[in-house]
Nanobody, 123 residues
Framework: QLQASGGGSVQAGGSLRLSCTSSTGGLTAMGWFRQAPGQEREFVAGLKWRNGYSVYAASVKGRFTISRDNAENTVFLQMNGLKVEDTAVYYC????????????????????WGQGTLVTVSS
């Protein structure tokens, strides 16, 4: 139900743009998480569908931007100033029950998950 794309390899300081499209509607929020080898999946950014309110992890704030295309049920993650530590598999997620921005960073808030797209940042 979620199709993500846009991953790849880039040198430190570079940029990538991820996108994720939901084939079903009724969205109240979409988000991005990432998982590095040997680590837990962590929150990156989330966005409320109705008003675009967004939340970011401290590690990416000021470098990453989450946005949406309502008509296409698509969420984007623009990643600038990439660092080696941003290397991970990035997963998009969609929620239909999220009614508060306070829940955007919680994995359990989301109902659907994409297959993941690999982002590799080299020094």
């Amino acid at each position: 139900q979620l199709q993500a794309s846009g991953g790849g390899s880039v040198q430190a300081g570079g940029s990538l743009r991820l996108s994720c499209t939901s084939s079903t509607g009724g969205l109240t929020a979409m988000g991005w998480f990432r998982q590095a080898p040997g680590q837990e999946r962590e929150f990156v950014a989330g966005l409320k569908w109705r008003n675009g309110y967004s939340v970011y992890a401290a590690s990416v704030k000021g470098r990453f931007t989450i946005s949406r295309d309502n008509a296409e049920n698509t969420v984007f993650l623009q990643m600038n100033g990439l660092k080696v530590e941003d290397t991970a598999v990035y997963y998009c997620a969609a929620g239909r029950r999220i009614d508060s921005g306070s829940y955007l960073s919680l994995r359990a808030s989301y109902d659907d998950w994409g297959q993941g797209t690999l982002v590799t940042v080299s020094s």
